[in-house]
């Protein structure tokens, strides 16, 4: 991979956007004339390249909520990969000009294409794109460090290093450490990632001791109707996502996920090709099949040799018994005020033990709220009346009998209008649930520190960590319409 130009801008609020620094690599260019013949597109000036560039990304006119060149519905962008469009006596599109948006900065890079511009190769196939966005990674893990904005001096130093860097690191607009060009993008023989070694533009190399990060998420969402004419739907969506920080050569891994006794079977698993071996049995349990007794339970042992990035190493989803959170709401109109009443309960088996706990309460189609004259039995209630919206914050704990309730009427008399939604009208109204639960998984799958086998001499530090999230949590009104859907729900 090859790099015609490069540019970093400076784009913060309230000051001036301008090119903080560019290189063109000549060498390149002229390849890229050679290649290109009659359909050839200079690289235009740097004052060209910003207001096109700004354009496209939408950081340019923002009095103005469209732009032709950019919002017509006959242009399809295809991102990341932005066009550009040049006037002039060089007349033409660049493409791929590829843009990293992170602080302060965008960062953005021109790579060399060596196929034909018509008809316009896929993206999956041009091994430059994703060689691009590596570079403009690891250049941003350079000018940012770990964080997304550092003080202006931290940063100034680091540009100032930049064209010392380049010359190291991309030689000729050749980044050093990639495949070489023609290189496709599979390997037919299979390749241990176990000896891939640290890209020399990869400037977070790790040092200190050698630690290998494991975090189980889960994700339950939830639709309650409270009505025995409909079905309450939920599911749990797990991932598990690692990190390995050794420094030289990356080790091969073995990660093993376990059950309780009583724990349901995981189901539709999906893994990162990184994965060296797997029983088939792990595969076949699916969530659209009927999952009997004698599905594989576990312990499910994935061996793999980790990528030098973070990376997912396995997905699943799980069948629970009950959601972690049951739910009543009642909303009835009595002339013109809504009298509700909601009680939430915690699942015995859930850990009371919250980081963060809340429940909303939107009420669309109406006047703006009025007068709220509503009581709860634990944590604090916020009325948020230009949004007519009731925020109860129910903290880190349920009570002890892990019920909590609310009650009360509210009346709608201001003079404008409150939110709209095409679905919620009369007495279709929900509840909609926020929180997390550390330390737990619904499913009870956990990844036991010990359990993690690393074969390296660096003997790391293994650390892991679990929790269980809401998403799309929702409770709605008893005694109003809600929609309803016949089938599982998919994540």
Request: glycine share 6%.
């Amino acid at each position: 991979m090859t790099l015609r130009a490069l540019w970093i801008i400076s784009h913060e609020k309230g000051e001036h956007v301008s090119i903080r620094f560019s290189r063109r690599f000549s060498t390149a260019e002229h390849r890229a004339k050679s290649l290109a013949a009659s359909s050839y597109v200079a690289v235009p000036e740097e004052s060209a390249v910003l207001q096109l560039l700004l354009t496209e990304l939408g950081l340019s006119d923002s009095e103005k909520s469209y732009v032709a060149l950019r919002d017509d519905c006959l242009y399809r962008p295809r991102s990341p990969a932005l066009e550009l469009h040049v006037d002039g006596p060089g007349k033409g599109v660049l493409w791929p000009v590829l843009a990293v948006l992170q602080g302060p900065l965008i960062l953005a890079c021109l790579p060399l294409v060596d196929v034909p511009p018509e008809p316009r190769p896929p993206l999956s196939s041009l091994l430059s794109v994703s060689q691009g966005l590596t570079l403009l990674a690891g250049l941003q893990t350079f000018l940012l460090g770990s964080g997304s904005k550092p003080d202006g001096e931290g940063l100034v130093p680091r540009l100032a290093m930049l064209p010392s860097v380049l010359l190291q690191i991309c030689p000729l607009g050749t980044p050093l450490d990639v495949p070489l060009l023609g290189t496709p993008a599979t390997s037919t023989a299979p390749t241990s990632a176990g000896a891939q070694k640290q890209p020399a533009w990869k400037t977070g190399l790790h040092r200190g001791r050698a630690v290998v990060n494991v975090a189980l998420l889960e994700t339950v969402r939830s639709m309650q109707y409270g009505n025995r004419s409909r079905q309450d739907l939920w599911d749990v969506f797990g991932t598990v996502t690692c990190k390995c920080e050794v420094e030289g050569v990356l080790p091969n891994v073995t990660l093993t996920l376990s059950l309780p006794p009583n724990g349901s079977p995981l189901q539709d698993i999906l893994v990162h090709p990184c994965v060296t071996s797997l029983d088939s049995s792990i595969l076949a349990a699916m969530s659209v099949d009927n999952c009997d007794s004698s599905a594989f339970s576990g312990p499910y042992k994935f061996p793999f040799s980790p990528p030098l990035e973070p990376f997912r190493l396995c997905s699943y989803t799980s069948q629970v018994p009950v959601p972690p959170i049951l739910g009543s709401y009642q909303l009835k109109e009595e002339e013109n005020q809504l009298r509700l009443s909601v009680t939430l309960k915690l699942h015995e088996s859930v850990k009371n033990s919250f980081e963060y706990c809340e429940a909303r309460l939107p009420f669309f189609n109406r006047d703006q709220m009025g007068n709220v004259d509503v009581k709860v039995s634990s944590g604090q209630l916020d009325v948020l009346k230009e949004k007519n919206l009731l925020v109860w914050a129910l903290g880190q704990k349920f009570p002890k009998s892990r019920e909590v309730t609310m009650e009360g009427k509210i009346s709608f008399s201001g003079p404008t209008p409150g939110p709209a939604d095409p679905l919620c009208t009369k007495l279709t109204a929900y509840i909609k649930l926020y929180f997390k639960v550390p330390d737990m998984t619904l499913s009870g799958c956990c990844v036991d520190q010990h359990s993690v086998q690393v074969y390296s001499s660096a003997k790391p530090r293994i650390v892991t960590c679990r929790e269980l999230q809401s998403k799309e949590y929702f409770i709605w009104n008893s005694t109003g319409t809600a929609p309803v859907s016949s089938g599982q729900m998919m994540m």
